[in-house]
């Protein structure tokens, strides 16, 4: 049974650092793409980071980059998002997603169709 879940959330003031992982059990992350989405209240869900397959190739939305950083560790099973000079604007429910297309990449959430349970991120003063 494929299951992600998703740690690392909390409140962070503007300029801060978070890291959030997604631990996987049930399949090998290396042979998946994975994807880290947000959702804040009264938006639709928005692709943040995706990796694919083996780590070859990363995407990233505009508004993170620079800022943002995916990263795979093959010997936890885990991907991490390491975010960065967080504003507020970042602050949602940050989910990953996972799915078996080879060697690409996508920020659209319908791409995906394993998903974990979400934790909140809040930026505030």
């Known amino acids: 049974q494929v299951r992600l879940v998703e740690s690392g959330g909390g409140l962070v003031q503007p300029g801060g650092s978070l890291r959030l992982s997604c631990a996987a059990s049930?399949?090998?992350?290396?042979?998946?793409?994975i994807g880290w989405f947000r959702q804040a209240p009264g938006k639709e869900r928005e692709g943040v980071a995706c990796?694919?397959?083996?780590?070859?190739?990363?995407t990233y939305v505009d508004s993170v980059k620079g800022r943002f950083t995916i990263s795979r560790d093959s010997a936890k099973n885990t991907v991490n998002l390491q975010m960065n000079g967080l504003k507020p604007e970042d602050t949602a429910v940050y989910y990953c997603?996972?799915?078996?297309?080879?060697?690409?990449?996508?920020?659209?959430?319908?791409?995906?169709?394993?998903w974990g349970q979400g934790t909140q991120v809040t930026v505030s003063s």
């Open positions: 997603a996972a799915d078996s297309f080879y060697n690409y990449t996508s920020l659209n959430p319908a791409f995906f169709r394993s």
């Open positions: 049930g399949f090998n992350m290396d042979d998946f793409a």
């Open positions: 990796m694919s397959t083996s780590g070859t190739t990363t």
